[in-house]
Antibody, heavy 119, light 107 residues
Framework: QLQLQESGPGLVKPSETLSLTCTVS??????????WGWIRQPPGKGLEWIGT???????YYNPSLKSRVTISVDTSKNQFSLKLNSVTATDTAVYYC???????????WGQGTLVTVSS | EVVLTQSPATLSLSPGERATLSCKAS??????LAWYQQKPGQAPRLLIY???NRATGIPARFSGSGPGTDFTLTISSLEPEDFALYYC?????????FGGGTTVEIK
């Protein structure tokens, strides 16, 4: 059974870059039918898809965030990462990493990590 | 881009009652519609995918339906653990869109 765990700073200053890593255990990140994603949830609000990555490095981003987002994969560490630059207070959220099942839905999720943007 | 509108925002029911949650899409989603359950402090859990298929381990009291642009999640008889927040979600290739959510609370 897959397990995902987010890690990274819980506090980021405005205008700086938010960086998070998702470590996958219980399976190989480079399995050829596995896609991986990042989703966020501002406090008390709904879910927002950030982006998706395949182990080969192919990426798909939310158009509203595309200019600021980079998602990458490190198969040697069984990890994938999120970078969001030029952050503002509106980027404060719980950030989740997740795995897509064969039907293209999110069946395994990390526990989530709260990132606060504040000076 | 598909917009998903969920209603009602809050549903107040008692254990044992039937819950009916709605999700309306702004255009056809070709059946690519899922439902998730989220409890406070937890990640969402996949309940239903491709409109009506239950995910692994999901009890039979959860069912999904819907033609075209109008989708429904039904919980046939609410158990205490079912009081939570529910989201619908559409996928288009690897792009995802979520609805705003419906809270099912204890009356």
């Amino acid at each position: 059974q897959l397990q995902l765990q987010e890690s990274g700073p819980g506090l980021v200053k405005p205008s700086e870059t938010l960086s998070l890593t998702c470590t996958v255990s219980g399976g190989s990140i480079s399995r050829n039918d596995y896609y991986w994603g990042w989703i966020r949830q501002p406090p008390g609000k709904g879910l927002e898809w950030i982006g998706t990555i395949y182990y080969s490095g192919s990426t798909y981003y939310n158009p509203s965030l595309k200019s600021r987002v980079t998602i990458s994969v490190d198969t040697s560490k069984n990890q994938f990462s999120l970078k969001l630059n030029s952050v503002t207070a509106t980027d404060t959220a719980v950030y989740y990493c997740a795995h897509y099942d064969s039907s293209g839905y999110l069946d395994y999720w990390g526990q989530g990590t709260l990132v606060t943007v504040s000076s | 881009e598909v917009v998903l509108t969920q209603s009602p925002a809050t549903l107040s029911l008692s254990p044992g009652e039937r819950a009916t949650l709605s999700c309306k899409a702004s255009q056809s989603v070709s059946g690519y519609l899922a439902w998730y359950q989220q409890k406070p402090g937890q990640a969402p859990r996949l309940l239903i995918y491709d409109t009506s298929n239950r995910a692994t381990g999901i009890p039979a009291r959860f069912s999904g339906s819907g033609p075209g642009t109008d989708f429904t999640l039904t919980i046939s008889s609410l158990e205490p653990e079912d009081f939570a927040l529910y989201y619908c979600q559409h996928r288009s290739n690897w792009h995802l869109t979520f609805g705003g959510g419906t809270t099912v609370e204890i009356k």
